[in-house]
């Protein structure tokens, strides 16, 4: 964790796995090759693979991944807003199939350090949360003048998207 935020606090991209020399296998490729008995997978086409969150904050509360392995938000750039906006099509979608109104929708990515796994994933939740206290994990800080988001570790759909058209990287900090 220590070694995440420094990393994140010179501005820098962590070194991968493998350049740390502990190389450990991604839990959520597992979900669309080796281990998908282990992931409860509610939508899947050739690019994407939803599946229920192990620990939910939400009553619907689902991770959409994509096939490829993206460590996270912070390495996308704007070539990729095109499959954010799939993604959060796709999110949607889900939403709809369990007649979740759209006020009542939430879905972003938490930003690293802050990110539980190393794979990009967005939460699609149905809102309101299971208990008050998860609602300080997906926190929507807006943004200032020029900036799509203040500090914040998680960056809704709409401002990850905004922020990347613009050229910029999400991060923590307001961007």
């Keep these: 964790m220590f070694q995440k935020l420094f990393y994140w606090i010179v ?9 740390l020399g502990n190389f450990q296998p991604c839990i959520f490729c597992g979900a669309y090759s080796t281990n998908r008995s282990d992931f409860d997978i509610v939508w899947e086409d050739q690019e994407f693979v939803a599946f229920r969150d192990i620990r939910p904050s939400a009553q619907h ?3 959409l991944i994509p096939k490829t392995h993206i460590e996270s938000i912070r390495k996308l750039s704007q070539k990729d807003v095109n499959m954010l ?9 889900i ?5 979740v109104p759209v006020l009542k929708r939430k879905m972003g990515f938490h930003i690293p350090p ?3 796994v ?27 003048g020029s ?16 922020i990347l058209e613009k050229g910029h990287r999400v991060t923590v900090a307001p961007c």
């Design 147 to 162: 900036y799509e988001k203040g500090f914040s570790w998680f960056a809704e759909i709409g401002q990850a998207i905004r």
């Design 95 to 99: 939403l709809d199939t369990f007649d």
């Design 118 to 144: 190393p794979h990009l994933h967005l939460h699609v939740q149905s809102l309101p949360y299971i208990s008050p206290i998860y609602r300080l994990k997906y926190p929507f800080v807006q943004g200032f």
């Design 114 to 116: 802050f990110n539980s």
């Design 61 to 63: 509360h689902i991770q």
């Design 85 to 93: 906006r799939r993604m959060e099509e796709i999110g949607h979608s």
């Design 11 to 19: 501005g820098k991209s962590q070194p991968s796995h493998y350049q």
